[in-house]
Antibody, heavy 120, light 110 residues
């Protein structure tokens, strides 16, 4: 059974960093790709970036290129997303999603989301 | 990369067919056959419905179909049902090797 289990909610102060984890199971981790998406309350989905697990290759849109790092731990099947220099605009639910074939086109499996709140 | 453009809302009666349009540019939708559609119910994670323009994801009803013409992709829901009431988002690969979501469309079943 394919599963993505995300870490729990976080409350952070402006200017600090947050690292959210996404533990996978039920598929061959090394063949997969994982993307991160966020959604502020009442707003649209926003694509943050992705990692091709086998190669470790990552890609981010320009908006997040300087502040976000996506990484993976092959030994535990876990993907991480770190966001630095947080501001209130980063308050959102962050989702990970996996494409077990690794093509980056079929993100069928989603975590339940992690709420990150940035507040002074 | 700007968000793809979708209508804010579309409504229909049970049994009707509705179509949601998603407009981008030659840098995203028009340049690649990598358009996905996601359904999202309130408080839930998105669910993949369509990938690669017109392929239904596993377990998705045949009532859902996708297509593309030029810089515009579309999702058609036939035989509209109450359970289809949700937000729908398109998503496209871009020439920056990234992805971009649409602005989202709220489907209301009258």
């Amino acid at each position: 059974q394919m599963q993505l289990v995300q870490s729990g909610p976080e409350v952070k102060k402006p200017g600090t960093s947050v690292k959210v984890s996404c533990k996978t199971s039920g598929f061959t981790f090394s063949n997969s790709a994982v993307q991160w998406v966020r959604q502020a309350r009442g707003q649209r989905l926003e694509w943050i970036g992705w990692i091709v697990v086998g190669s470790g290759h990552t890609n981010y849109p320009q908006k997040f290129q300087e502040r976000v790092t996506i990484s993976r731990d092959m030994s535990t099947g876990t993907v991480y997303m770190e966001v630095r220099s947080l501001s209130s605009e980063d308050t959102a639910v962050y989702y990970c999603a996996a494409d077990r074939g690794g093509s980056g086109d079929v993100f069928e499996y989603w975590g339940l989301g992690t709420l990150v709140t940035v507040s002074s | 990369q700007s968000a793809l453009t979708q209508p804010a809302s579309v409504s229909g009666s049970p049994g009707q067919s509705i179509t949601i349009y998603c407009t981008g540019s030659s840098s995203d939708i028009g340049g690649y056959n990598y358009v996905s559609w996601f359904q999202q119910h309130p408080g839930k994670a998105p669910k993949l419905m369509i990938y690669d323009v017109s392929n239904r994801a596993s377990g998705v009803s045949k009532r859902f179909s996708g297509s593309k013409s030029g810089n515009t992709a579309s999702l058609t829901i036939s035989g509209l049902q109450a359970e289809d009431e949700a937000d729908y988002y398109c998503c496209s690969y871009t020439n920056s090797r990234t992805r971009v979501f649409g602005t989202g469309t709220k489907i209301t079943v009258l």
